[in-house]
């Protein structure tokens, strides 16, 4: 039987660490039939060592999604591997310590706006540098923690979040009528180098792990995985602007 992705070709930004929700996002993909090419940040090297641990690896492309220069260069960059794109995953997020577990009221402006805009603002830049890629429609998938409440030590980042949501929809007001579909995936806690680096995320975790009708691991970063192929999948062609929540059913319990 053919993968669910087969002959998709994804561009999946985000991985860092073998357990970056990138990662097992692109394996999961991998193993459905797709073809990957990832995204890097920073610690390049690195994120090419762990791009081997791919079922059948992957080239890796720089960029930081703040980086004008970057962006402009990505379309040329995806192309030196694949002709095109069917879907993109946006699995970035990124909060200066004072907007994460610090007292909330303290935050300055200054770091704010940095976690807004790597955060946020950004899933709308990699949507325009990936859009010249796109001709054929898509999909663009981001990463969500459910951000309709307040939770313990989220603080700035849950302000991101939100602001994602909203990006979310709007992207696809404007993307649907070149058949892109832009939604995001609100996943319950995952043990990555990200959720471990918010000081105070275990009560969170404790609680998920506690309450979540179908169960949650931490460590499992599977379901999240799959959840992301369905939407970059032809399986959900009529949904955008969505948030789908992969969180063992914990958003729908009350105490
Ligand atoms: N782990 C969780 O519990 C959880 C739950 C829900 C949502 N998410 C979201 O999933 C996404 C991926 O996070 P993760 O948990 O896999 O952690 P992670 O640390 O593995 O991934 C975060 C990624 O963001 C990248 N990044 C940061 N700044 C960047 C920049 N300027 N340009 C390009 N890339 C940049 C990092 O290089 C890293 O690869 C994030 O949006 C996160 O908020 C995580």
Redesign the pocket.
Do not use: E
């Given at each position: 039987m053919p993968g669910l992705l087969e002959g998709k070709r994804l561009l999946i930004?985000?991985?860092?660490?073998d357990?970056?929700?990138?990662?097992h996002a692109a394996k999961a993909a991998q193993e459905q039939g797709a073809t990957v090419v990832l995204?890097?940040?920073?610690?390049m090297s690195l994120?090419t060592r762990i791009a081997k641990r791919l079922p059948h690896g992957a080239p890796v492309i720089e960029?930081?999604?703040?980086?004008a220069d970057d962006l402009a260069a990505l379309p040329d960059r995806v192309r030196e591997h694949v002709d095109g794109l069917d879907g993109v995953l946006?699995?970035?997020?990124?909060g200066p310590p004072t907007t994460l577990g610090a007292p909330f009221l303290d935050a300055p402006w200054e770091d704010v706006a940095t976690a807004i805009q790597?955060?946020a603002f950004?899933l709308k830049s990699l949507a325009n540098a990936c859009l010249p890629l796109m001709g054929e429609g898509g999909s663009i998938v981001?990463?969500?923690?459910d951000a309709r409440i307040a939770w313990p030590a989220y603080n700035w980042?849950g302000v991101a979040?939100s602001a994602l949501e909203s990006v979310t929809r709007y992207l696809a007001r404007d993307l649907g009528p070149r058949k892109i579909r832009v939604n995001l995936?609100?996943?319950?806690?995952?043990?990555?180098?990200?959720?471990k680096?918010i000081p105070g995320?275990s009560t969170i975790e404790d609680t998920w792990t506690e309450r979540a009708p179908l169960g949650w691991d931490l460590t499992d970063?599977t379901p999240?995985a799959r959840s992301i192929c369905a939407l970059l999948s032809d399986w959900l062609p009529a949904t955008t602007g969505s948030m789908v929540w992969v969180d063992g059913g914990m958003h729908a319990t009350g105490m």
């Open positions: 930004t985000g991985v860092i660490t357990s970056s929700i990138a990662f995204t890097g940040y920073g610690r994120v960029l930081d999604v703040t980086n946006h699995s970035i997020a990124f790597v955060s950004s981001g990463m969500d923690f980042m979040k995936v609100a996943a319950g806690p995952v043990r990555t180098m990200a959720a680096s995320f970063a999240v």
